[in-house]
Every structure is written in structure tokens, then in C-alpha cells.
Nanobody, 123 residues
Framework: QVQLVESGGDLVQAGGSLRLSCATSERAFYTYGMGWFRQAPGKEREFVAG???????YYADSVKGRFTISRDNTKNTVYLQMNSLRPEDTAVYYC?????????????????WGQGTQVTVSS
């Protein structure tokens, strides 16, 4: 079982920045596609950003130009840099791994999930 551990969530004012991290001890991490999703209270889980094993990146329209996904295979970690945060970015953020190496916006294509980290943006 692959364990993914998110960190970096916090309370921040609108316009601020946060960097989320998702780490694993899985040695095959470098072959995985990784994604970030978020879920706000009363809403469905939604795709935020993804990065394939070849480092091709994808973003939801709502975060393009503000969020950046990256990965450090030497640390088995994927990051989500979030700038210009808005109150509507408030949610629990989850990372997910796709063992095929691809990434997609569809949650059920991912094989493993982290436990989530809370991001709260105050106005």
C-alpha cells in the first residue's frame, strides 16, 4: 500500500501564498503521475492540478496562473505552490497517485490518496 502524506495547509489571508507538499516513501514515485484535488464543504471533490511522470502539467481553469505543481523525485515529493489565494480556494486539499504515470482530472483514475490538508483563506 502506497502512503501519501500531505502537509502545508494553513489559515491565510486572501492574496497570500501557501505551498503544499505530498511525500511518500514509495521508491517507484518517479514513475507515478500525481494530482492535487480539493473538496470544499458540501461540494464534490474537484481537480486542481496534475503532473505526469514526464513532468507534463495540467491545471484547472480556476487556478491557472496562480497555482504551480512540481515534483522532486529525489525527495519523493510533489508540491503545489498556491499564490494569490482567494476565499473560494478554501477546501481540504488531497494529493493522489496514478501508477500508470499519467495524470487526469478524473478522481477514479487514481490509485492512491492522501488524507488531506486543510487550506482556509480568509477575506
Amino acid at each position: 500500500q502506497v502512503q501519501l502524506v500531505e502537509s502545508g495547509g494553513d489559515l491565510v489571508q486572501a492574496g497570500g501564498s501557501l505551498r503544499l507538499s505530498c511525500a511518500t516513501s514509495e521508491r517507484a514515485f518517479y514513475t507515478y503521475g500525481m494530482g492535487w484535488f480539493r473538496q470544499a464543504p458540501g461540494k464534490e471533490r474537484e481537480f486542481v492540478a496534475g503532473i505526469s511522470w514526464t513532468r507534463v502539467t495540467y491545471y484547472a481553469d480556476s487556478v491557472k496562473g496562480r497555482f504551480t505543481i512540481s515534483r522532486d523525485n529525489t525527495k519523493n515529493t510533489v508540491y503545489l505552490q498556491m499564490n494569490s489565494l482567494r476565499p473560494e480556494d478554501t477546501a481540504v486539499y488531497y494529493c493522489a497517485a496514478q501508477t500508470s504515470g499519467s495524470t487526469s482530472s478524473t478522481p477514479n483514475t487514481y490509485d492512491y490518496w492522501g488524507q488531506g490538508t486543510q487550506v482556509t483563506v480568509s477575506s
